[in-house]
């Protein structure tokens, strides 16, 4: 199985900041069709998980663009470019190129 | 607008089986993946297996593949989770969702296993 390896566990940041979290794979996921299938995810408490980014960098459709994303290979970055209150919760890189794996997730608590 | 509405929370035994429910609104199965993904408490999310209910084609990650039986009705635009040989670790949060990402998903079902 590919493992994603997520830094930090958890970010405390406050309101404005940006911040940036990392996921390492442990195998490239670059697949064969040219495509890099590494999506990232937010799971407010309670909630179910919501789609941010996918395909390494473009945003899903209602996300604002205070989130981008970027890497090739095995490592990749989400980065908040000025954190917001509703952004709390716990941050997720999933790769599909390979039989999906989530990484262990990053907790951002708001200052 | 997609909408995944699962079906309601369960208490099961060990040692018996239970069966999720996951009805599509707005998206046709058939043009997508149906993935299930569970959420032990205070956990991460853990993948369990995908259908294409075009074709009934399932793939299961290999520590679910004696627990977990996927289904898909294309009829009613909906899928099933079968879980057997409920156990006490089995107790945990159980999603379904669809999509490229995958972008949309149901709300989650509570399975708790306790006797």
């Known amino acids: 199985d590919v493992v994603l390896t997520q830094t930090p566990p958890t970010l405390s940041a406050t309101i404005g900041q940006s911040v940036s979290i990392s996921c390492r794979s442990s195998?490239?996921?670059?697949?064969?069709?040219?495509?890099?299938?590494l999506n990232w995810l937010l799971q407010r408490p309670g909630q179910p998980p919501q789609l941010l980014i996918y395909l390494v960098s473009r945003l899903e459709s209602g996300v604002p663009n205070r989130f981008s994303g970027s890497g090739s290979g095995t490592d990749f970055t989400l980065k908040i470019s000025g954190v917001e209150a509703e952004d709390l919760g716990v941050y997720y890189c999933?790769?599909?190129?390979?039989?999906?794996?989530f990484g262990s997730g990053t907790k951002l608590e708001i200052k | 607008e997609v909408q995944l509405q699962q079906s309601g929370a369960e208490l099961g035994k060990p040692g018996t089986s239970v069966k999720l429910s996951c009805k599509v609104s707005?998206?046709?199965?058939?043009?997508?993946?149906m993935h299930w993904v569970n959420q032990r408490p205070g956990k991460g999310l853990e993948w369990i297996g995908r259908i294409d209910p075009a074709n009934g084609n399932t793939i299961y990650a290999e520590k679910f593949k004696s627990k977990a039986t996927l289904t898909a009705d294309t009829s009613s635009n909906t899928a099933y989770m079968q879980l057997s040989q409920l156990k006490s670790d089995d107790t945990a949060i159980y999603f379904c969702?669809?999509?490229?990402?995958?972008?949309?998903w149901g709300q989650g079902t509570l399975v708790t296993v306790s006797s």
């Open positions: 999933v790769q599909s190129t390979h039989a999906p794996t």
């Open positions: 195998q490239s996921l670059l697949h064969s069709n040219g495509n890099t299938y």
């Open positions: 707005g998206y046709n199965i058939r043009n997508t993946y």
């Open positions: 969702a669809i999509g490229p990402g995958p972008a949309y």
